[in-house]
């Protein structure tokens, strides 16, 4: 036996790890990895062309807007929230209870790793089925208890660490229970669980940080999965959805539920300023040459 096969029999032996302190320290790489990256990078003039921004003459730039969230809800106050709720008694409490009941939700692990088919599938399912969960509880908040999701729209103009600024029975509704419904549904292995957790947090910091690229697009799983959103879709929602009944885009990962459930919004999804800039110079070429026929 290799060091690394005892080395991962060890792991799906010992609770502690593979249920408790691993997926812990995975889903705060994946939360706190795009939000100190992300957050730093937005007012940086190279990340110019890539702020999501919204169309019309009376529209303010994104990180004017910025400014003006930031002056009601301070960026310390929102780190001090955001690590708060990653580090503080709740989230040490709900990692402690993890270990004594996910074992039984999921099951005792049969092998010490998943293989590779193994792996994709239930990845690949675990995304759309916790999509689809947080589309249910999402639309719940907004159309039945929008005061437990009420806060976390005090930003109309989201940066990525407003994911974690939120309050704590709205963490637990978009968070922890579709993560748990989607890993109890593939009676997910530890490794699988760690790497689901971590995916969610990474894609829920990236839909918030108000940027889109092709980089930043290479790093998320539902990037490459039909009906996968770009993160103007969720932007779009804290733009134009900071009400209860009515709100549209309530999936974030996959457009599909807002399709099939008629909550999806076809205007004022916003694009990136590189996008914008393109557009305006397609359309200035095209009226040039229109003009060179006519003459
Ligand atoms: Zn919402
Ligand atoms: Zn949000």
Redesign the pocket.
């Known amino acids: 036996m290799s060091s690394l096969d005892k080395a991962l029999e060890y792991y799906v032996a010992n609770p502690w790890l593979c249920w408790g302190v691993v997926p812990f320290v995975a889903i705060n790489i994946g939360q706190w990895t795009p939000i100190l990256t992300l957050d730093w990078a937005i007012n940086k003039s190279w990340a110019a062309p890539y702020l999501i921004e919204y169309g019309g003459a009376s529209r303010k730039p994104r990180l004017e807007l910025l400014e003006k969230v930031r002056e009601k809800i301070s960026l310390s106050r929102q780190y001090k929230e955001a690590l708060w709720n990653s580090f503080g008694p709740s989230a040490i409490i709900n990692a402690i209870l993890g270990i004594w009941f996910l074992p039984f939700l999921m099951g005792k692990p049969t092998k010490p790793c998943p293989t590779l088919t193994e792996f994709v599938v239930s990845m690949v399912l675990m995304e759309y089925i916790d999509d689809f969960a947080l589309y249910c509880f999402h639309s719940l908040e907004h159309y039945k208890f929008w005061h437990w999701h009420q806060y976390?729209h005090s930003f109309t103009t989201?940066s990525a660490v407003?994911?974690i600024v939120i309050g704590e029975i709205d963490i637990a509704i978009q968070g922890f229970i579709p993560i748990l419904i989607a890993c109890m549904s593939v009676r997910a292995h530890p490794i699988l669980y760690a790497a689901h957790g971590f995916m969610r947090a990474l894609e829920s910091a990236v839909?918030?940080a108000g940027l889109d690229s092709p980089i930043i697009r290479a790093f998320l799983l539902k990037t490459y999965l039909p009906f996968g959103t770009s993160p103007a879709f969720?932007d779009c929602?804290?733009r134009y959805s900071n009400y209860g009944k009515g709100a549209k885009n309530l999936g974030e990962q996959f457009w599909i539920w807002d399709w099939m459930f008629g909550t999806l919004a076809t205007a004022n999804i916003g694009s990136t300023a590189q996008e914008k800039n393109q557009a305006v110079e397609a359309q200035q070429v095209q009226t040039a040459q229109d003009t060179v026929k006519a003459e």
């Open positions: 976390h989201p407003s994911t839909n918030h969720h929602h804290h």
